[in-house]
């Protein structure tokens, strides 16, 4: 199997910085995208950006300039550095990934159990 751990949460004043850890683990041949989603409290799960395996980025347009995603191929670990935070950035953050395994000839997506991002005014 495979798990997702997302590390690095918090509490935080406006206008400060996190930066958040998604580790994967198990039977990986190779990860393809690395995501991060958002869920605030009575929203709907939100796509904040995503990083290929190749390293390209893209991101929601109320994050961009903000946030920036990373990955480290080697420790199959993708990072989400949120800068210039707001109490519009707190929510419950969430990785996934979308992993090759040995034996299954197609990517799966998996998720992280998810961390708390609280932003105060």
């Known amino acids: 199997q495979v798990q997702l751990v997302e590390s690095g949460g918090g509490l935080v004043q406006a206008g400060g910085a996190l930066r958040l850890s998604c580790a994967a683990s198990?039977?990986?041949?190779?990860?393809?995208?690395m995501a991060w989603y958002r869920q605030a409290p009575g929203k709907q799960r939100e796509l904040v950006g995503f990083?290929?395996?190749?390293?390209?980025?893209n991101y929601a347009a109320s994050v961009k300039g903000r946030f920036t995603i990373s990955r480290d191929n080697a420790k199959n670990t993708a990072f989400l550095q949120m800068n210039s935070l707001t109490p519009e950035d707190t929510a419950v953050y969430y990785c996934?990934?979308?992993?090759?395994?040995?034996?299954?000839?197609?990517?799966?997506?998996?998720w992280g159990q998810g961390t708390q991002v609280t932003v105060s005014s």
């Open positions: 996934a990934a979308d992993v090759l395994r040995p034996g299954i000839f197609t990517f799966t997506r998996y």
């Open positions: 990083v290929t395996g190749g390293g390209s980025t």
């Open positions: 198990g039977s990986i041949l190779s990860i393809n995208n």
